[in-house]
């Protein structure tokens, strides 16, 4: 007897989605944070706070994402004539001098990427602290985007509420207390760039500026940074408090004895664009800076607050979801992340928190035109953060952006394809100056706010990672990703030369293997191609094979990693072309290249290989696992030759050969790979793993977990942090529950899209009862539904436009013709 499902269909923006309990989305804990990697971070896209939650001493660390180091680059080429030495490598692979390519390699390499920068540090002071604290409690209330601390000092409550409004540009901290005696506190700004502090009245302001050039923390020089007073991006930072008591105090503010107390703190730059000057032609940052602090001002507690949440929730509520049980737990959150170490216990409520809590951080920092989320979301502490804390396009910069169709944040997706327009622009220099390509862009493996794509290393970088240059072939698929989920024909056209440019440079950078290859390539083509199409060069992300003879080498030809990423780009700009009728030699061309592109091979041990010969890897378990590209977020593992099922067994067997042991950003990716694969069971488990309680990284105590997985605050451990496992988590907790498909037809006469949803595709006997609304879908359809006993009980779909769907429920397929506006189906 089939079940019953009803169909609704709705416009996306009517589905209204309903919260889930609020205490079900906190973050909580019983003592404040010591460790960044215990506190709770709030932003408005732009400008970010780090919330310690002291009781004897408070600390909020500052950032704005528009402050780097570095000035324009893009016109700039380091080596513009690099290229001549590609015909040289070329040669030493023909000859399997792998040694000789990699030294070759490096004298094609150009300048690293800048460093992003912390802002500076506000910190409260509380001057009556003789008695004693109990009742202590800090939390983060992702419903609201606000952060919390509250406790008892001498029988006395004392509150404190943090949030970062988008509305108001700006960051509002409001401290109360029952105490007759009222606040006691003494408030100041500290920086680590050059600045000068002030304060005057109830305000204080810093003025200061980063170095206009600097390099990683992992380049041997002594001096890495270059100070200018009259070079680089320049900044204001301003508090004021709204307390009768405040008055100024040297370089700071105190309160005593107000009950109530708020703070208002903005901030500018003079970051005016990647092309642009900071100082010359930068934004009028100390107006901009003074402007917002009196608006802001000027509107009370209550209002900023209300604005700042119907903002927030506007985009957070599209989602709710429940993994069996909604109620909230009382253990704090470091507790239950501990005890989820414990593979016995299951934790549905921090499973759908840690997926919450994803969509949470990207709509907090990624709102910014033209600047996106970085490796570290907008959350950094240090002048010299981890691998600076730039866009690595290896595979942090896109995985940050896996859920944001998905898990309804499109408008988050904007600050990536505004950026993108610029990385063109150097992109193409790049090209002809590193790779002898004349038509499209490139990127290589780092950029930064400046919008640099050139390979990094300096002439010094290993080239497993500094060589790599599919950065343009890997971003620009987000732009047609972008298209199936929102069918938006003006976006797709104003975008289309960026995702064009990209596919051109794969055309451009394709080299015959039979004019490479001293030996035959033992495989079958389709009948209508000719000789075949790899890399030469090829790296793969930071990987390092062993040769027959022994030799551990970076440079190869004929890389998989690379094969899998042109296929995706050049059938997504194919596409593209088809939804717009244009480029007809253009989609002629790339449907003959697609033919020619060399086939997978697999492994003798059952794996998909990374590398054109069937090689070891230095290391086994290697963090990277880019040649399954095409499983995913690729959408293309078939490659026309061999049996689809036969490479989904291969890479399968890759993952298992792997292992589950490695980094937070890896088992994020890992998650959704197994999805793919329909393998709820290590899914689930990688799942687990990727929410590993992790130690704090300064914590010396004989109990210290070190390695992937999640920290007290449930930011990502690399670890050190990183916020793209957090994103690659919670993009993967969609892939088990919904999974769906976009094409169309390459003749435009024929152009008929073909949509496929499936649910509970990946679900985990764990989940076996739930519910989830608002996720999408391609072809721009909305799913909310209820399983039962692992079984959908209750579908609605919402569809933006009239569509026919394939619907895979519940071990049966069905075709659905569904139509604009509400429809039922029994």
Same mark, same amino acid.
């Given at each position: 007897?089939?079940?019953?499902?009803?169909?609704?269909?709705?416009?996306?923006?009517?589905?209204?989605?309903?919260?889930?309990?609020?205490?079900?989305?906190?973050?909580?804990?019983?003592?404040?944070?010591?460790?960044?990697?215990?506190?709770?971070?709030?932003?408005?896209?732009?400008?970010?706070?780090?919330?310690?939650?002291?009781?004897?001493?408070?600390?909020?660390?500052?950032?704005?994402?528009?402050?780097?180091?570095?000035?324009?680059?893009?016109?700039?080429?380091? @080596?513009?004539?690099?290229? *001549?030495?590609?015909?040289?490598?070329?040669?030493?692979?023909?000859?399997?001098?792998?040694?000789?390519?990699?030294?070759?390699?490096?004298? $094609?390499?150009?300048?690293?990427?800048?460093?992003?920068?912390?802002?500076?540090?506000?910190?409260?002071?509380?001057?009556?602290?003789?008695?004693?604290?109990?009742?202590?409690?800090?939390?983060?209330?992702?419903?609201?985007?606000?952060?919390?601390?509250?406790?008892?000092?001498?029988?006395?409550?004392?509150?404190?509420?943090?949030?970062?409004?988008?509305?108001?540009?700006?960051?509002?901290?409001?401290?109360?207390?029952?105490?007759?005696?009222?606040?006691?506190?003494?408030?100041?700004? @500290?920086?680590?760039?050059?600045?000068?502090?002030?304060?005057?009245?109830?305000?204080?302001?810093?003025?200061?500026?980063?170095?206009?050039?600097?390099?990683? &923390?992992?380049?041997?020089?002594?001096?890495?940074?270059?100070?200018?007073?009259?070079?680089?991006?320049?900044?204001?930072? *301003?508090?004021?408090?709204?307390?009768?008591?405040?008055?100024?105090?040297?370089?700071?503010?105190?309160?005593?004895?107000?009950?109530?107390?708020?703070?208002?703190?903005?901030?500018?730059?003079?970051?005016?664009?990647?092309?642009?000057?900071?100082? *010359?032609?930068?934004?009028?940052?100390?107006?901009?800076?003074?402007?917002?602090?009196?608006?802001?001002?000027?509107?009370?507690?209550?209002?900023?607050?209300?604005?700042?949440?119907?903002?927030?929730?506007?985009?957070?509520?599209?989602?709710?979801?429940?993994?069996?049980?909604?109620?909230?737990?009382?253990?704090?959150?470091?507790?239950?992340?501990? +005890?989820?170490?414990? #593979? &016995?216990?299951?934790?549905?409520?921090? +499973?759908?928190?840690?997926?919450?809590?994803?969509?949470?951080?990207?709509?907090?920092?990624?709102?910014?035109?033209?600047?996106?989320?970085?490796?570290?979301?907008?959350?950094?502490?240090?002048?010299?953060?981890?691998?600076?804390?730039?866009?690595?396009?290896?595979?942090?910069?896109?995985?940050?952006?896996?859920?944001?169709?998905?898990?309804?944040?499109?408008?988050?997706?904007?600050?990536?394809?505004?950026?993108?327009?610029?990385?063109?622009?150097?992109?193409?220099?790049?090209?002809?100056?590193?790779?002898?390509?004349?038509?499209?862009?490139?990127?290589?493996?780092?950029?930064?706010?400046?919008?640099?794509?050139?390979?990094?290393?300096?002439?010094?970088?290993?080239?497993?990672?500094?060589?790599?240059?599919?950065?343009?072939?890997?971003? &620009?698929?987000?732009?047609?990703?972008?298209?199936?989920?929102?069918?938006?024909?003006?976006?797709?056209?104003?975008?289309?030369?960026?995702?064009?440019?990209?596919? +051109?440079?794969?055309?451009?950078?394709?080299?015959?293997?039979?004019?490479?290859?001293?030996?035959? @390539?033992?495989?079958?083509?389709?009948?209508?191609?000719?000789?075949?199409?790899?890399?030469?060069?090829?790296? @793969?992300?930071?990987?390092?094979?062993?040769?027959?003879?022994?030799?551990?080498?970076?440079?190869?030809?004929?890389?998989?990693?690379?094969?899998?990423?042109?296929?995706?780009?050049?059938?997504?700009?194919?596409?593209?072309?088809?939804?717009?009728?244009?480029?007809?030699?253009?989609?002629?061309?790339?449907?003959?290249?697609?033919?020619?592109?060399?086939?997978?091979?697999?492994?003798?041990?059952?794996?998909?290989?990374?590398?054109?010969?069937?090689? #070891?890897?230095?290391?086994?378990?290697?963090?990277?696992?880019?040649?399954?590209?095409?499983?995913?977020?690729?959408?293309?593992?078939?490659?026309?030759?061999?049996?689809?099922?036969?490479?989904?067994?291969?890479?399968?067997?890759?993952?298992?050969?792997?292992?589950?042991?490695?980094?937070?950003?890896?088992?994020?990716?890992?998650?959704?790979?197994?999805?793919?694969?329909?393998?709820?069971?290590?899914?689930?488990?990688?799942?687990?793993?990727?929410?590993?309680?992790?130690?704090?990284?300064?914590?010396?105590?004989?109990?210290?977990?070190?390695?992937?997985?999640?920290?007290?605050?449930?930011?990502?451990?690399?670890?050190?942090?990183?916020?793209?496992?957090?994103?690659?988590?919670?993009?993967?907790? $969609?892939?088990?529950?919904?999974? &769906?498909?976009?094409?169309?037809?390459?003749?435009?006469?024929?152009?008929?899209?073909?949509?496929?949803?499936?649910?509970?595709?990946?679900?985990?006997?764990?989940?076996?009862?739930?519910?989830?609304?608002?996720?999408?879908?391609?072809?721009?359809?909305?799913?909310?539904?209820?399983?039962?006993?692992?079984?959908?009980?209750?579908?609605?779909?919402?569809?933006?436009?009239?569509?026919?769907?394939?619907?895979?429920?519940?071990?049966?397929?069905?075709?659905?013709?569904?139509?604009?506006?509400?429809?039922?189906?029994?």
């Amino acid at each position: 007897m089939k079940k019953t499902f009803i169909l609704m269909l709705l416009v996306w923006a009517a589905l209204g989605a309903t919260a889930q309990d609020s205490d079900a989305l906190r973050l909580h804990y019983d003592r404040p944070a010591q460790y960044f990697e215990e506190a709770l971070v709030i932003g408005n896209g732009t400008m970010g706070g780090i919330v310690y939650g002291g009781a004897e001493s408070d600390r909020i660390s500052l950032n704005d994402i528009t402050l780097w180091t570095g000035e324009p680059c893009n016109m700039k080429v380091y @080596s513009p004539e690099a290229y *001549k030495t590609i015909p040289a490598i070329r040669e030493a692979l023909r000859q399997d001098d792998y040694r000789k390519a990699d030294s070759l390699q490096r004298d $094609v390499q150009g300048h690293f990427s800048q460093n992003y920068q912390p802002l500076g540090q506000l910190t409260i002071e509380y001057l009556d602290t003789a008695e004693a604290v109990s009742d202590y409690r800090r939390w983060l209330d992702i419903s609201e985007a606000t952060a919390h601390t509250q406790y008892r000092r001498g029988g006395f409550r004392y509150t404190t509420e943090y949030f970062a409004t988008n509305p108001d540009s700006g960051i509002v901290v409001r401290i109360t207390t029952d105490n007759p005696r009222g606040i006691r506190a003494r408030f100041s700004l @500290s920086c680590q760039l050059p600045h000068t502090t002030t304060a005057q009245g109830r305000s204080m302001q810093t003025d200061g500026y980063a170095a206009y050039a600097s390099l990683p &923390s992992y380049y041997d020089v002594k001096d890495k940074f270059s100070y200018d007073p009259g070079r680089g991006i320049h900044f204001r930072t *301003k508090v004021q408090i709204n307390a009768k008591s405040a008055q100024a105090d040297g370089g700071t503010l105190t309160v005593e004895g107000d009950r109530e107390v708020t703070l208002y703190i903005v901030n500018a730059t003079s970051f005016n664009g990647y092309d642009r000057d900071p100082v *010359k032609q930068g934004r009028p940052y100390m107006q901009l800076a003074d402007a917002r602090i009196e608006r802001i001002a000027a509107k009370s507690y209550g209002k900023l607050r209300s604005r700042h949440i119907a903002d927030y929730r506007s985009i957070f509520d599209r989602v709710s979801l429940t993994l069996g049980s909604a109620e909230a737990l009382d253990a704090p959150t470091d507790v239950q992340l501990r +005890e989820y170490l414990d #593979e &016995s216990r299951f934790n549905p409520q921090l +499973e759908a928190l840690y997926f919450q809590y994803g969509r949470y951080l990207l709509i907090s920092c990624s709102r910014t035109p033209n600047v996106p989320a970085n490796l570290q979301g907008l959350w950094n502490e240090s002048i010299l953060p981890p691998w600076s804390c730039n866009y690595t396009s290896n595979i942090n910069l896109e995985e940050n952006y896996w859920p944001a169709e998905t898990a309804a944040m499109p408008e988050m997706h904007s600050s990536l394809f505004t950026y993108m327009k610029e990385l063109q622009g150097s992109g193409e220099l790049s090209a002809k100056a590193y790779y002898g390509v004349g038509k499209g862009w490139c990127l290589g493996h780092n950029t930064d706010i400046w919008a640099m794509t050139c390979p990094v290393g300096l002439h010094t970088g290993d080239p497993s990672w500094a060589n790599w240059n599919m950065g343009g072939a890997w971003v &620009s698929t987000h732009i047609w990703e972008h298209y199936t989920f929102s069918l938006d024909k003006d976006f797709l056209t104003e975008y289309y030369p960026v995702l064009k440019g990209a596919a +051109e440079f794969c055309l451009g950078w394709l080299f015959p293997l039979d004019s490479l290859s001293p030996f035959p @390539s033992p495989l079958i083509l389709h009948p209508s191609a000719v000789s075949p199409l790899i890399t030469a060069p090829s790296t @793969s992300p930071e990987n390092i094979f062993v040769t027959d003879k022994g030799y551990h080498g970076r440079s190869c030809y004929g890389g998989f990693a690379d094969i899998a990423m042109i296929r995706e780009c050049l059938a997504d700009a194919r596409d593209a072309a088809v939804v717009l009728e244009k480029d007809r030699d253009f989609i002629d061309e790339i449907d003959k290249v697609l033919l020619r592109l060399h086939p997978y091979k697999i492994g003798k041990k059952g794996n998909l290989q990374e590398w054109f010969w069937d090689w #070891e890897d230095e290391d086994p378990h290697h963090r990277h696992q880019t040649h399954l590209f095409g499983l995913y977020p690729g959408h293309r593992l078939d490659d026309g030759v061999n049996k689809k099922d036969a490479l989904q067994r291969a890479a399968a067997r890759t993952l298992e050969l792997k292992g589950d042991r490695t980094t937070g950003w890896s088992t994020g990716w890992r998650v959704n790979l197994y999805a793919r694969l329909h393998d709820a069971k290590n899914a689930y488990h990688i799942y687990r793993k990727l929410l590993s309680y992790v130690s704090p990284d300064r914590y010396k105590g004989p109990d210290a977990r070190r390695g992937g997985g999640t920290y007290p605050n449930l930011l990502d451990a690399h670890s050190p942090f990183q916020i793209d496992g957090n994103f690659g988590g919670c993009a993967g907790v $969609v892939e088990m529950l919904m999974q &769906s498909n976009y094409t169309v037809n390459s003749q435009p006469s024929t152009l008929i899209p073909q949509i496929s949803i499936e649910l509970l595709p990946a679900l985990p006997a764990n989940w076996k009862d739930g519910k989830v609304s608002g996720i999408r879908a391609r072809g721009g359809i909305t799913v909310s539904m209820e399983w039962k006993e692992s079984r959908v009980t209750a579908l609605t779909l919402t569809a933006q436009q009239p569509c026919r769907v394939t619907l895979l429920v519940n071990g049966q397929q069905r075709e659905i013709t569904l139509k604009k506006g509400k429809n039922l189906i029994n």
